[in-house]
């Protein structure tokens, strides 16, 4: 069955940077491309970013435009989203999730909380 | 690019029918069928409900259905039961090749 795995919850200092990690499986992970998505406390679903697994190309949110980096290792089947200069306004929750067939997201990660403090 | 626009809040008795509005541009939801909707509960992960403006996937209620006119698109859910309150979130495939989601509209059930 098809599962994201995200990696574990972080704490960064403002000005920091932050490296999430996404692991799928059970789907040939080249045919389809993974989104982030965030969710900051009691706020809406914020789109980020794609990436298609199968030749990298990236497209981003310009909010986000020279802060977030998508990149994929196709031998992990992994999709990692760098996010730097981080500040407060970071505090969110980050969800990866696929792209399917027709114009849906499909799937979601179980999100990965990343809490920017002093 | 600007949120897509829904109704902060709707709410409804069971059994009545409820319709969620999602509001965009030519360059959005008025420009393509990529239009989903997504259902969250507190703490938990979206869950796609509607996928190409009035598709539902397998294990999804047919109480759930969606449609389109122009730049608006819909969620309807009919015959409202409990187990539908919780947030629910529009989605659209834009002309810059993103994506953008609705600001987000509470359902309760009175």
């Known amino acids: 069955q098809v599962q994201f795995v995200q990696s574990g919850a972080e704490v960064k200092k403002p000005g920091a940077s932050v490296k999430l990690s996404c692991r799928t499986s059970?789907?040939?992970?080249?045919?389809?491309?993974i989104h982030w998505v965030r969710q900051a406390p009691g706020q809406r679903l914020e789109w980020m970013g794609w990436?298609?697994?199968?030749?990298?190309?990236?497209r981003y949110s310009q909010r986000f435009q020279g802060r977030v980096t998508l990149t994929r290792d196709t031998s992990a089947s992994t999709v990692h989203m760098d996010l730097s200069s981080l500040r407060s306004e970071d505090t969110a929750i980050y969800y990866c999730?696929?792209?399917?067939?027709?114009?849906?997201?499909?799937?979601w990660g179980q999100g990965t909380l990343v809490t920017v403090s002093s | 690019q600007s949120a897509l626009t829904q109704p902060a809040s709707v709410s409804g008795s069971p059994g009545q029918s409820i319709t969620i509005s999602c509001t965009g541009t030519?360059?959005?939801?008025?420009?393509?069928?990529?239009v989903s909707w997504y259902q969250q509960r507190p703490g938990k992960a979206p869950k796609l409900m509607i996928y190409?403006?009035?598709n539902r996937p397998s294990g999804v209620s047919t109480r759930f259905s969606g449609s389109k006119s122009g730049n608006t698109a819909s969620l309807t859910i009919s015959g409202l039961q409990a187990e539908d309150e919780a947030d629910y979130y529009c989605?659209?495939?834009?002309?810059?090749?993103?994506?953008?989601f609705g600001g987000g509209t509470k359902l309760t059930v009175l």
């Open positions: 990436i298609s697994g199968g030749n990298g190309d990236t």
């Open positions: 989605n659209s495939y834009t002309s810059s090749s993103t994506l953008v």
């Open positions: 999730a696929r792209w399917g067939d027709g114009g849906k997201i499909d799937y």
């Open positions: 030519s360059d959005d939801v008025g420009g393509y069928d990529y």
């Open positions: 190409d403006v009035s």
């Open positions: 059970g789907y040939t992970f080249t045919r389809y491309a």
